[in-house]
């Protein structure tokens, strides 16, 4: 059944074994899914612009070069609110996130304002994963959780949908995250402009085809992001 006025904003990065699977599964779900490729030399940019032409709920946002997770997101959120989508979603293009979750990550925001699918709720699960990955993942959002002050248990989660009025009232222009900092700034901005932020049980899966987008300078900007955003809020400023 279509999901009126939703859009799923997915970044790529050399995606391209996962982009035609995904799009095609997430067309099941009734939504509306813009790429946005950051010039990827696999062609996952070129195969998004021809699958588009196939696929009449599939658009295409090319960006000149890879910045990161955050920018992409911020430069797809602008394009959704400016084709008047109501709800827009954030996921990978790896499987990770299950393409047959989006609806209910839909459906909660017809109670609540921004949805996360979340890992560390009860119902939540996390698959594929050693105790060591485990252990990192759940620290970080641990980490956030308490120097934020914040009841949300999945913060670094990537798998999100907001309505419209929050895209609209956090300050896009003034985040900055590059890497899953991101999510937790998002969330964090959300809850300070007293939005409801809901939880949805998923269950989370490692990738099966590509590369992995972590890196130490991902890990190093959530490490002093987190500090940077509650110092910014005690001022005032957030």
């Known amino acids: 059944m279509p999901i009126p006025d939703a859009t799923v904003c997915l970044p790529t990065y050399n995606e391209r074994e996962n982009l035609e699977p995904m799009l ?9 899914v813009l790429v946005v490729d950051d010039n990827s030399p696999d062609g996952t940019g070129r195969l998004a612009d021809r699958l588009a032409q196939e696929l009449d709920y599939v658009d295409v946002l090319h960006r000149p070069q890879k910045e990161g997770l955050g920018p992409a997101y ?65 620290a970080g959002s641990l980490y956030a ?26 300050d896009l222009d003034a985040i900055d995250s590059k890497g899953y900092a991101f999510q937790i ?6 809850l300070r402009a007293d939005f409801r932020v809901v939880e949805v049980p998923i269950r ?14 991902i890990v190093a900007e959530a490490i002093w992001k987190v500090p940077a955003l509650r110092w910014a809020a005690l001022r005032g400023k957030l």
């Open 24 to 32: 095609r599964a997430l067309g099941e779900q009734g939504v509306r």
């Open 74 to 138: 911020i430069a797809g959120f602008r394009q959704a609110l400016a084709d008047g989508a109501e709800r827009i979603l954030e996921m990978d293009c790896d499987f990770s996130h299950d393409p047959k979750d989006v609806p209910r990550l839909v459906a909660a925001t017809n109670d609540a304002d921004l949805a996360l699918g979340s890992r560390y709720v009860e119902g939540g699960q996390v698959a594929d994963w050693g105790p060591v990955r485990r252990a990192i993942s759940a």
């Open 145 to 170: 959780r308490v120097l934020l002050s914040l009841p949300t248990r999945d913060l670094t989660g990537g798998f999100k949908c907001y309505r419209r009025k929050v895209l609209e009232t956090i």
């Open 185 to 190: 700034e998002t969330t964090y901005r959300a």
């Open 204 to 217: 989370f899966v490692d990738r099966e085809a590509g590369g992995s987008k972590m890196s130490s300078a």
